[in-house]
């Protein structure tokens, strides 16, 4: 079982910056790819990043260019680099295994983008 906890969230104008950690306990030594996943207000979950053990990572379309995942192996930490914050990034921002676990969500971190 793996747990999880986001930080980092906060308010910020658009064309900001925030930077979100998640930090992993427990049996993590079996993870191959991790991603970050948001809950826009009244909206599905939706996975916008992802990473593989090696570091090799993916996005979505809405926020290619602007967001950037990393891992730190050692420290069994991941981090979301995000840049150009629009509005539409407001969201609750998890982490979670790719796939996700159903069992390891944690409370999640709220990014809210407003001028």
């Known amino acids: 079982q793996v747990q999880l906890v986001e930080s980092g969230g906060g308010l910020v104008q658009p064309g900001g910056s925030l930077r979100l950690s998640c930090a992993a306990s427990g049996s993590v030594s079996t993870i191959i790819s991790m991603g970050w996943y948001r809950q826009p207000p009244g909206k599905q979950r939706e996975l916008v990043a992802s990473i593989t053990f090696g570091g090799t990572t993916n996005y979505a379309d809405s926020v290619k260019g602007r967001f950037t995942m990393s891992r730190n192996n050692a420290k069994k930490t991941l981090y979301l680099q995000m840049n150009s914050l629009k509005v539409e990034d407001t969201a609750v921002y998890y982490c979670?295994?790719?796939?996700?676990?159903?069992?390891?969500w944690g409370q999640g971190t709220q990014v809210t983008v407003s001028s």
């Open positions: 979670n295994t790719v796939p996700q676990n159903k069992d390891s």
